[in-house]
């Protein structure tokens, strides 16, 4: 990715309020995390073109980088969909990953056909600690896949993050984060330089814990 288009999919997630900034009124994440930052890439499916713009961004990313791959798969709930529209655009075979698996029917964690000998990529929409995105890595792992790499459209960028993927082996690319998006929420005033700040404090502060 380059420095361009992260900074294009920052602005598209800011223009829908994909990303809210609240420094004074923290979100509470589903981990308990209080954070000043919410996002929410659910909303992309709803803007046709922020949602064309995302598709076609993970699709040459895979191409550019990842030309073996042979199936992409999605994580639910939130990357099924992007993760079905990348796979339309390349004409590749989709699947997507279970939380845990079913416990009626089939008992399947991975829904639809993925054989062991396929390279696959990995849809997320949105990483914080990592820790669910690695659950659906070890689940495709355990399958007997090669996972050339996870690709998602935003993270937090906390250091907690950066060492689960590293311990895990696994190669995460992401469209854009949360350095480029806050730094231009800044610059078109979205925020003040006093929210900025808040921001900022509150990242490093998680990031020494």
């Known amino acids: 990715m380059n420095s361009e288009s992260q900074i294009a999919v920052a602005e598209n997630l800011l223009k829908i309020n994909a990303v809210k900034l609240s420094p004074e009124n923290p979100f509470t ?6 954070s000043p930052i919410y996002c929410d890439n659910r909303k992309i499916l709803s803007f046709p073109d922020t949602r064309n713009f995302i598709k076609i961004e993970f699709a040459n990313l895979i191409k550019e980088k990842y030309p073996e791959t042979d199936v992409i798969a999605g994580v639910a709930t939130g990357a099924i969909a992007i993760g079905a529209l990348v796979a339309d655009v390349l004409n590749l075979p989709f699947v997507y990953i279970r939380s845990e698996q079913k416990k009626h029917g089939l008992g399947n964690k991975i829904e639809g056909i993925l054989k062991p000998e396929q390279n696959v990529i990995i849809i997320e929409d949105l990483v914080s600690t990592g820790m669910s995105s690695l659950a659906a890595f070890e689940s495709v792992k355990e399958n007997g896949n090669t996972i050339l790499g996870m690709l998602a459209i935003f993270t937090y960028n906390l250091p907690v993050s950066v060492s689960n993927f590293n311990n895990a ?3 995460l690319t992401t469209l854009t ?16 330089y006093a929210d900025f700040e808040i921001l900022m404090k509150w990242k490093s502060e998680f990031s020494s814990k």
């Open 29 to 34: 994440w589903a981990s308990g995390i209080k």
């Open 169 to 171: 082996g696994c190669q």
């Open 177 to 192: 984060d949360f350095d480029i998006l806050t730094k231009n929420a800044l610059e078109k005033k979205s925020i003040s």
